[in-house]
């Protein structure tokens, strides 16, 4: 096993994962839409937010337990979806469910995974997990795909409301993003010089949309796929698709992608059990506020009849921290879980999860804090909030 211990903080793993991932791979998990605006805000937004240090206040028996949706979590915070996981290193989705699993927080599972729903259960001895479902126009691929989840051990559904249509991603248009890579000249070039992501490529087979292939009707190939994705995500999501969906499914449902108090209150009426505030990374409406922006107004609004959690530009243990003072009963990282998974495979994943915790707890002691659950927006400084 590597030696991990000199990496201190994400940044560390995100400089070793530009250097070993694919650079279209590395450039559609680091970027956003547009001019990026909302992307940098997600986190530099985290950075205004400034703490209250408290002093002489008894530290022992500190603890970041709590629960999300009843499951009990070791600090708030789950792994969120993230498409083409599986190629920022080879099975990755395997192996960030095995992390997660170890360390005591959930994963969630893309639609636009890389390894499949059956791959996450024959590889992680049927651990519960979460799954992250998309609307397509195929229906009946929706119902089939359900209940696929509900074979797989899945305990939560978990549906992404903000992407009817695809954001306009300008690195991912220019990089020409497929999954597989297509053996260009310019990709070719690059790939040599990522000998460590070929290697892991070459042993393993799972190299395109794990949860499609094979299973829509019309998809056999590479060409057939990219034609049925481009045409699949449905326009015409409605609230009355959430209710059909809810139905269909009958377990733990969250909502995610939800940026404005009209909305907020439109998923705690639909009875679902949490919602996720998220832009999406700041893939998808560029000029939209940051996550940590929109969050407080939404607490305000829903946060006595639904969970609700956030999820963009979370690099730290503070960030978490800062999060659930504002009043997130629960945190989602995806870029933070990425950069350890491209730079060190499961290891990497570990590392990230263990500086996040580290960090929080840390900072929750300097706070005054001994106890996640009573933490509030009393330990940040008024006016930068």
Partial sequence: MADLSKITN???LRVIAKRRVPKMFYDYADSGAWTEGTYRANESDFQKIKLRQRVAVNMEGRSTRTTMIGQ???MPVAIAPTGLTGMQHADGEILGARAAKAFGIPF?????????LEDIAENTDRHPFWFQLYVMKDRDFIERLIERA????VTALQLTLDLQILG???KDIKNGLTAPPKPTIKNLINLATKPRWCMGMLGTKRRTFGNIAGHAKGVKDLSSLSAWTSEQFDPALSWADVEWIKKLWGGKLILKGIMDVEDARLAANSGADALIVSNHGGRQLDGAPSSIAALPAIVEAVGSEIEVWMDGGVRSGQDV???RALGARGTMIGRSFLYGLGAHGQEGVTRALQIIHKELDITMAFCGRTQIDTVDSSILLPGTF
Avoid: P
């Avoid at 969630?108 to 499949?116: E, F, P, Q, Y």
């Avoid at 509900?150 to 051990?153: D, F, P, R, V």
């Fill in 72 to 74: 009990d979590v070791a």
């Fill in 10 to 12: 994400i940044e560390d």
């Fill in 108 to 116: 969630t599972l893309s639609t636009m995974s890389i390894c499949s």
């Fill in 150 to 153: 509900k074979a797989a051990n």
């Fill in 168 to 170: 306009q991603r300008h």
């Fill in 321 to 323: 921290l800062k999060a």
